[in-house]
């Protein structure tokens, strides 16, 4: 379950312990430094790594540092804490944060993602897949709190499922545990991202039966953003950094996704080039990858309506409270 006040409080110390936050810094060659932190290695995240392996951010002047943070908890620590300049992370947590009450809120500034990335996967195949299929059965769901859970229940909410009460829910797993857990027998079905469910339909042990990116609708999934501060003081670096990602953008939207695996196998070295190729076609398909990095009403109302339904929303956070287009509406303007 996502716990505000722990990881709040613990970033707010260690930013005591920091002093100083390590921005705006140039490397040898004059380019701007930038500290990324990613929530997860997924190929859900492709424009990113396209515009590292295209060199998108070096031709804006950006030394891009990425590392991988497991959990939306400890990835927005570390950008609280000053440890990193920018998190990929769910939207959702820039709305913990807020709830919290700080002067120095998160600002989501570019879309990654526009849909859930997760797929309902099934250990036993069938022909003709129905939702009623889930009631009375063991399914094995993701971190409560988390985007991934709040999508996965209001999709079981849409086609009738109550999900505490019509099937047995199970959330006890840790996200990098939950692939092995099915495979060791916990669960009739599992909530599954990319690729990991191409995986384990290529070696048989499940079978995607449905798509929550499709079921849950518009979403603003994945965002990059960073502190208000550090976005005050450093207009042109995210600027920069976003018409990186509008270049990737178009880059991903122009090319098919045997091109896209190939670009993005650097990031993979241990995933198979055909899964890695089976993964993007699903999430290209299904418009997962944002076509440009604006966050609008539609998507960011839906969000609150999915996080009210999850009992996770204190109050209404207005889109103009901590989303900022600026960035996003420039490089579409500017970037072809």
């Given at each position: 379950m996502w716990n505000n006040k722990r990881f709040l409080g613990f970033a707010l110390a260690t930013v005591l312990l920091l002093g100083v936050a390590l921005t705006g810094c140039s490397d040898s060659k004059g380019d701007i430094k930038v500290k990324v932190g990613e929530v997860t290695?997924?190929?859900?995240?492709?424009?990113?790594?396209?515009?590292?392996?295209?060199?998108?951010?070096?031709?804006?002047?950006?030394?891009?540092?990425?590392?991988?943070?497991?959990?939306?908890?400890?990835?927005?620590?570390?950008?609280?804490?000053?440890?990193?300049?920018?998190?990929?992370?769910?939207?959702?947590?820039?709305?913990?944060?807020?709830?919290?009450?700080?002067?120095?809120?998160?600002?989501?500034?570019?879309?990654?993602?526009?849909?859930?990335?997760?797929?309902?996967?099934?250990?036993?195949?069938?022909?003709?897949?129905?939702?009623?299929?889930?009631?009375?059965?063991?399914?094995?769901?993701?971190?409560?709190?988390?985007?991934?859970?709040?999508?996965?229940?209001?999709?079981?909410?849409?086609?009738?499922?109550?999900?505490?009460?019509?099937?047995?829910?199970?959330?006890?797993?840790?996200?990098?545990?939950?692939?092995?857990?099915?495979?060791?027998?916990?669960?009739?079905?599992?909530?599954?991202?990319?690729?990991?469910?191409?995986?384990?339909?290529?070696?048989?042990?499940?079978?995607?039966?449905?798509?929550?990116?499709?079921?849950?609708?518009?979403?603003?999934?994945?965002?990059?953003?960073?502190?208000?501060?550090?976005?005050?003081k450093n207009a042109d670096t995210v600027q920069k950094f976003t018409n990186a990602l509008q270049k990737a953008q178009i880059w991903v939207a122009q090319h098919k996704p045997e091109e896209i695996a190939d670009a993005i196998l650097p990031y993979f070295k241990n995933t198979e080039r055909d899964i890695i190729v089976s993964a993007v076609k699903r999430y290209q398909a299904q418009g997962t990858y944002a076509p440009d990095a604006v966050l609008d009403d539609a998507e960011w109302n839906n969000l609150l309506n999915v996080m009210t339904q999850a009992g996770e929303l204190k109050k209404t956070v207005p889109l103009s409270a901590i989303v900022d287009n600026q960035f996003a509406d420039k490089a579409k303007a500017t970037v072809k």
């Amino acid at each position: 379950m996502w716990n505000n006040k722990r990881f709040l409080g613990f970033a707010l110390a260690t930013v005591l312990l920091l002093g100083v936050a390590l921005t705006g810094c140039s490397d040898s060659k004059g380019d701007i430094k930038v500290k990324v932190g990613e929530v997860t290695r997924s190929v859900f995240y492709a424009p990113e790594y396209v515009a590292l392996e295209k060199g998108f951010f070096k031709e804006e002047g950006l030394d891009v540092d990425l590392q991988t943070i497991a959990g939306g908890d400890k990835t927005m620590t570390a950008l609280l804490s000053g440890a990193i300049d920018v998190a990929l992370v769910g939207s959702e947590t820039s709305i913990y944060v807020y709830q919290q009450g700080t002067d120095d809120p998160v600002i989501n500034f570019a879309q990654l993602t526009q849909t859930d990335g997760t797929f309902l996967v099934a250990r036993d195949k069938t022909d003709n897949f129905d939702w009623n299929q889930l009631k009375g059965k063991d399914f094995l769901g993701q971190r409560k709190g988390g985007m991934p859970q709040m999508a996965g229940e209001f999709t079981l909410k849409k086609h009738g499922i109550h999900p505490q009460q019509d099937l047995k829910l199970i959330q006890n797993v840790d996200f990098a545990n939950i692939a092995p857990a099915f495979v060791s027998g916990t669960g009739q079905y599992v909530q599954l991202f990319e690729p990991q469910a191409s995986i384990f339909e290529k070696e048989g042990k499940g079978h995607v039966v449905a798509s929550f990116g499709v079921e849950s609708g518009p979403l603003p999934y994945t965002v990059f953003m960073s502190k208000q501060s550090y976005i005050k003081k450093n207009a042109d670096t995210v600027q920069k950094f976003t018409n990186a990602l509008q270049k990737a953008q178009i880059w991903v939207a122009q090319h098919k996704p045997e091109e896209i695996a190939d670009a993005i196998l650097p990031y993979f070295k241990n995933t198979e080039r055909d899964i890695i190729v089976s993964a993007v076609k699903r999430y290209q398909a299904q418009g997962t990858y944002a076509p440009d990095a604006v966050l609008d009403d539609a998507e960011w109302n839906n969000l609150l309506n999915v996080m009210t339904q999850a009992g996770e929303l204190k109050k209404t956070v207005p889109l103009s409270a901590i989303v900022d287009n600026q960035f996003a509406d420039k490089a579409k303007a500017t970037v072809k």
